[in-house]
């Protein structure tokens, strides 16, 4: 049983495109996340939602839209692709907005703009 | 704001001896500290977690880690590793303050060779 799985796991596509990144987590967790890991290994948190509740909302462009229908899925949808996008993105889970017990991170989506 | 440093970016280092990862954070306010692995093209998996008393913790996989207040410094350590420890290794830092947004540093690669 994967525990926060995303989809899809590599994504090509060309830039001025439109694609979404699906995660979802069977922990009963309440705070889910999106993290960007750059070709440099350095991983910068997007955003963050506790119970369908936008809580953390870095600066990122506005191209970059996070939804979550209920507290078990967390999707991001990015407009207008450019080639800095592209990068591994990370959803995670944690039991509560304190993550006294860790995150719990999926195995990426690597996103690549040609 | 928080940051977090790891001076290291790569360690070399021959199966069976010690090795030592270094990580500072700098904040205004009172931190749970983490460490993170990465194994190649998966997600990261919590090593341990420092949020209060002893400040000794050990973690999964023979690593420990001492948290040191005065120096600001959350090093990793273990006493004999193996090919199979190698992987890249986060420090993060979570500040008691109303985000708890996790922090990671930049990452160090540990190069396990036989």
């Known amino acids: 049983d994967t525990a926060v799985s995303q989809t899809p796991k590599y994504l090509v596509t060309q830039m001025g495109n439109d694609k979404s990144i699906k995660c979802e987590q069977n922990?009963?967790?309440?705070?889910m996340y999106w993290y960007k890991q750059d070709s440099k290994k350095f991983l910068k948190i997007m955003f963050s939602y506790n119970n369908k509740e936008l809580i953390i909302n870095e600066t990122v462009p506005n191209r970059f839209s996070p939804k979550s229908p209920d507290k078990a899925h967390l999707n991001l949808h990015i407009n207008s692709l450019e080639l800095g996008d592209s990068a591994v993105y990370f959803c995670?889970?944690?039991?509560?907005?304190?993550?006294?017990?860790?995150?719990?991170f999926g195995s990426g989506t690597r996103l690549t703009v040609v | 704001a928080q940051s977090v440093t790891q001076l290291d970016s790569q360690v070399p280092v021959f199966e069976e001896a010690p090795v030592e990862l270094r990580c500072n954070y700098s904040s205004s306010v009172s931190v749970y500290l983490f460490w993170y692995v990465q194994y190649p093209n998966q997600g990261l998996q919590l090593l341990l977690k420092?949020?209060?008393?002893?400040?000794l913790v050990k973690g999964i996989n023979g690593f420990e880690a001492e948290f040191n207040k005065s120096q600001t410094s959350f090093h990793l350590r273990k006493p004999s590793v193996h090919i199979s420890d190698t992987a890249e290794y986060f420090c993060?830092?979570?500040?008691?303050?109303?985000?708890?947004?996790?922090?990671f540093g930049s990452g160090t690669r540990l190069l396990v060779r036989p």
């Open positions: 420092y949020l209060s008393g002893s400040t």
């Open positions: 922990l009963g967790h309440d705070t």
């Open positions: 995670a889970s944690s039991q509560d907005r304190k993550a006294l017990y860790g995150y719990t």
């Open positions: 993060a830092v979570s500040e008691m303050d109303s985000s708890y947004k996790l922090i």
